[in-house]
C-alpha cells in the first residue's frame, strides 16, 4: 500500500493551496480517507476526512469552512483543498486510510495507512 501526498508549498495568508493523495496497493473505494497536519514540535492533528461509502466529510473546528475534502474513486485520489489560508495553518500534511468507516471520529491510532506528508508554509 502507497499513499503519496503532494502538492504543498509556500503560500501567501488568504491564498489557496490544493493537496493531492494518490493511492496505490489497496481497493481505495473501501476505504474512508483523511488528512491529518503537524506543525513543527506539535503533535499530529486531525483536519478532515472523508467517508468510504457515502463520501460524508468531517472536519476539524479549525479548518470548517475553510478546507474542503473530495475523493476520485477512479483516480484513486483524494483532496483537500486548502482557502483563506492563515500562518497557523503551516504544518506536514499527511493523507491516511482506514477500512470502511463510515462515522466521525478520527484519529491518528485509528488510521491503517499513512503517506508521507507534504510541507505547506503559509506567510503572514
Known amino acids: 500500500v502507497q499513499l503519496q501526498a503532494s502538492g504543498g508549498g509556500l503560500v501567501q495568508a488568504g491564498g489557496s493551496l490544493r493537496l493531492s493523495c494518490a493511492a496505490s496497493?489497496?481497493?481505495?473505494?473501501?476505504?474512508?480517507l483523511g488528512w491529518f497536519r503537524q506543525a513543527p514540535g506539535a503533535e499530529r492533528d486531525f483536519v478532515g476526512a472523508?467517508?468510504?461509502?457515502?463520501?460524508?466529510?468531517y472536519y476539524a473546528d479549525s479548518v470548517k469552512g475553510r478546507f474542503t475534502i473530495s475523493r476520485d474513486n477512479a483516480k484513486n485520489t483524494v483532496y483537500l483543498q486548502m482557502d483563506s489560508l492563515e500562518p497557523e495553518d503551516t504544518a506536514v500534511y499527511y493523507c491516511?486510510?482506514?477500512?470502511?468507516?463510515?462515522?466521525?471520529?478520527?484519529?491518528?491510532?485509528?488510521?491503517?495507512?499513512w503517506g508521507k506528508g507534504t510541507l505547506v508554509t503559509v506567510s503572514s
Open positions: 491516511a486510510a482506514r477500512w470502511h468507516y463510515s462515522g466521525s471520529a478520527y484519529s491518528v491510532n485509528s488510521m491503517a495507512f
Open positions: 496497493g489497496l481497493t481505495f473505494s473501501g476505504y474512508a
Open positions: 472523508i467517508s468510504w461509502s457515502a463520501g460524508k466529510t
